[in-house]
């Protein structure tokens, strides 16, 4: 079988992109504005050169799958074939893409990140802090909330309410988040969400009765939801190319360090009378100073140009790239307005529903919904969650007393290991972060099982009962490897799925993210209501098991689905998956952009390089 892949977009003749450069221009991030004219120069120069040899290597090869009729007209106008990649494995050569993001490279690679860039990804992640947060420290109040409610102890049936109502919320909201945010701004929509967590939070430190705690934590839920389907949006849509990756992965530390400061907060404040209420009161820090902030930040340029307001569109991308000539910023709002266009429908519902049609009957954008979906569903079913939420009442069933204290390492684990993930996600790769990480936790969760098995508890009612009362050795070893599960699930699982974005194309980027967090919100949701009962029916042996068995299938189901993204451009992306999930050419093609950079490092300066494709064989 032999099938070609269409790889980048870098030439699009009498365009800007004839200042294109290769992912090894990332190296030019950074660079002075001198160091950046004289390379720009050279590199012109070097197109001029290379136009006039390809020239003569025109209609060599016509026969590569493309997306488009003008992908195709640009591919028969030039054809390339790149000699050096031909020699290293016989399987890439090049060839002229559209991109979609054709500007976004020139402006990506002649620029280093500015301040501005750096405070809205802040801003926008403080979404991530609170989605941690307020996930987090419900594992600490329900222990420490004791009577506080109704005057009585919270049954088990209670406490998952308690928990489950905050997933409940947040996947009500991330169903429609998406399309409000084009609807009515990235930006608009995470000040709303302010307003929920503000809501949520107000109506728990009150509370006195059990709904009104739950009704709170639901309320919560809706501004968690918004929020954790906008910010990784918003970041990716601000973020220059090269680096959207890890801008994204900010995101997922924050909510890391937010669940980790949940659990210190928590331990803190275990002992302390109505503790639980100032607990939930430090969740208002956050999200004032996020909506204070946003009064006096823009929305995305992407969102502008959605709306026809092109200055503020050059405006943002003028503060975001200020080295960047004007001419440049024109070029790339005029290719974000072009791409606009290409969605289709009078007015917004229209539009939604051609979305909806072409997310599920366009290959690429189907196989994109399986990955998006796919991934969000594992990292929900192989468990993380019912420990995050129930870890306090885990250890305490263990035998540990200070169940608190123990928790915060588990957490301080996910934060870690979400850190390692930041720094390997580009260089290693998002799929190989999830085969090392998926295996990792299977072998951990067969271990718990286990350990669990000999410990012999039983549940009763509403109470844990240990055969061997206290502290023993396979207590330890659940405490252990739970740690051990906590590490590979945030270096992979954990981390990989909140890259959606990227899977999509931007005409169907809203509606694809919504399904995608849709389905972690709703996997969060089943387990969070039903860990505690599967631990009563099937033992505490049975659902580390069942987990175990999740992550056993996700490792198969990565192996062959998940391609290799890392260094990529959106439109490739694409390409890659038109015809198949493409593995075998993702991971070609993911090298050669990881060699591109590693020479680009080496000589400083920018680089011409025509377009790519690989042929796999
Ligand atoms: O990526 C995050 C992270 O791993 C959190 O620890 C977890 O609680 C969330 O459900 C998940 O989406």
New binding site residues.
């Given amino acids: 079988m032999k099938s070609s892949i269409a790889a980048t977009s870098r030439w699009t003749k009498g365009r800007f992109s004839n200042f294109f450069s290769s992912p090894a221009d990332n190296s030019d991030v950074g660079a002075s504005s001198t160091d950046q004219s004289s390379a720009q120069g050279e590199e012109l120069h070097h197109r001029k050169h290379c136009e006039e040899e390809n020239d003569g290597k025109r209609s060599k090869k016509s026969h590569v799958s493309t997306s488009t009729m003008q992908i195709q007209n640009r591919r028969d106008e030039y054809e390339y074939e790149d000699e050096d990649e031909d020699e290293d494995n016989g399987r890439i050569v090049i060839k002229p893409v559209n991109d979609e993001d054709d500007t976004s490279v020139i402006i990506t690679f002649n620029q280093s990140i500015s301040p501005f860039i750096i405070t809205l990804t802040f801003v926008a992640s403080i979404s991530g802090f609170m989605f941690?947060y307020d996930?987090g420290y419900i594992s600490s109040a329900l222990i420490s909330i004791n009577k506080d409610l109704d005057n009585k102890v919270l049954t088990y049936g209670e406490k998952e309410i308690i928990t489950a109502a905050t997933s409940l919320g947040a996947l009500i909201t991330s169903i429609g988040a998406g399309t409000a945010a084009d609807v009515f701004g990235r930006r608009p929509c995470l000040m709303f969400s302010n307003l929920m967590f503000l809501i949520g939070a107000i109506l728990q430190i009150t509370a006195h009765r059990f709904w009104q705690m739950a009704a709170g934590r639901l309320i919560m839920g809706f501004g968690v939801g918004i929020g954790s389907l906008i910010s990784p949006l918003f970041i990716s849509e601000i973020a220059p190319k090269m680096i959207r990756g890890r801008l994204t992965v900010i995101n997922?530390l924050w909510?890391?360090g937010g669940?980790l400061i949940a659990y210190g907060c928590g331990a803190g404040l275990n002992h302390v009378k109505n503790g639980w209420r100032i607990l939930v009161g430090l969740s208002l820090i956050p999200t004032v100073l996020q909506f204070s902030f946003f009064c006096f930040l823009p929305d995305t340029p992407r969102y502008y140009v959605m709306k026809g307001d092109l200055e503020r569109a050059k405006m943002v991308l003028k503060r975001s790239y200020v080295n960047t000539e004007d001419e440049i910023i024109d070029q790339k709002v005029d290719e974000l307005a072009s791409l606009n266009q290409s969605i289709p429908g009078k007015n917004a519902i229209v539009r939604f529903w051609n979305m909806v049609k072409k997310l599920h009957t366009e290959p690429s954008n189907f196989r994109a919904l399986i990955i998006g979906c796919g991934l969000q569903a594992i990292?929900?079913f192989t468990g993380?969650?019912s420990l995050?939420y129930f870890s306090g009442t885990i250890f305490e069933t263990v035998g540990f007393k200070n169940s608190s204290a123990v928790s915060i390492i588990v957490s301080g684990t996910?934060f870690v290991f979400t850190l390692i993930a930041f720094f390997c996600i580009d260089k290693i790769g998002r799929r190989y972060i999830l085969l090392i990480g998926l295996p990792g936790m299977t072998m951990a969760l067969v271990v718990c099982a286990i350990a669990f098995h000999f410990l012999g508890i039983k549940f009763d009612g509403a109470s844990a009962v240990v055969a061997s009362a206290g502290f023993s050795s396979w207590g330890i070893v659940i405490i252990i490897f739970i740690i051990v599960y906590a590490a590979f699930?945030?270096l992979g699982i954990?981390?990989v799925?909140?890259q959606q974005s990227e899977l999509f194309p931007q005409n169907v980027r809203g509606v694809g993210t919504s399904y995608a967090t849709a389905t972690?919100w709703a996997g969060?949701l089943v387990i969070a209501s039903t860990f505690l009962t599967m631990l009563q029916n099937i033992t505490p042996t049975g659902t580390f098991a069942f987990f175990a068995a999740v992550a056993c299938l996700s490792t198969v189901f990565c192996y062959f689905c998940y391609p290799e993204l890392s260094g990529l451009e959106l439109e490739e992306v694409q390409t890659i998956l038109k015809d198949g999930f493409n593995i075998k050419a993702s991971k070609a093609l993911a090298k050669k952009r990881k060699q591109q950079v590693a020479k680009g490092v080496a000589h400083h300066k920018l680089k011409f390089e025509p377009t790519q494709e690989i042929v796999e064989s």
């Fill in positions: 941690g996930t997922s909510l890391t669940q990292q929900q993380w969650n995050m996910n699930y945030a954990g981390t799925p909140w972690n969060s």
